[in-house]
């Protein structure tokens, strides 16, 4: 009896480390994908953002509309195209209040901030909260739903503080 329960213990253990690894690995993974989408921002490669997003992506912009992959990056693309030929800048970052993820689906809430012309006297920064459903396709985290909102533009720079950095993974490791 004593084998058995010692036995039963060791493999609950065993098992509930290895589920912690797996969160840990697939934020680092999903994190990468961020990581992405902050280059498209700084670098107003809409490649960057056809790349991480998923053909089968639904996107809903704040309770306005609801737009498919193609017109998504066409969207991304004449905007990047426009920001270029206006010398205007985007920087964007996000914080997280949920992070929950499984080996082929994750689901991920937060914060957004938003900034156009950073240091120029046109600056201007907005927020919203977002969420983002990501699909492993092939063997790569692609973005399959994004959702956005101003909430009438009460969201703001209190609402992104109190929310965790992306690299926070003590808050999203299921304990």
């Known amino acids: 009896m004593l084998r058995t329960s010692l036995f039963v213990i060791l493999l609950f253990t065993l098992y509930t480390n290895h589920a912690d690894a797996q969160n840990l690995e697939n934020l680092k993974e999903i994190n990468q994908v ?52 206006n010398k205007d800048t985007s920087t964007i970052s996000l914080r997280f209040f949920e992070r929950i993820n499984n080996d082929s689906t994750a689901s991920e809430r937060g914060v957004y901030k938003l900034t156009r012309n950073k240091g120029k006297s046109n600056e201007k920064t907005y927020y919203g909260q977002f969420h983002v459903i990501f699909s492993k396709e092939n063997g790569v985290w692609k973005i399959t739903m994004d959702y956005d909102s101003s909430e009438f533009d009460t ?3 209190g609402d992104y503080q109190k929310a965790h950095a992306i690299n926070d993974y003590e808050k999203f490791i299921k304990q």
């Open 155 to 157: 969201i703001g720079e």
């Open 34 to 85: 961020w990581d992405k989408f902050y280059k498209a921002f700084e670098t107003q490669d809409y490649s960057l953002m056809a790349d991480i997003h998923s053909k089968k992506l639904i996107r809903i912009s704040g309770g306005r509309s609801i737009i498919d992959y193609d017109t998504y990056i066409s969207n991304y693309e004449a905007g990047f195209k426009r920001d270029i030929n």
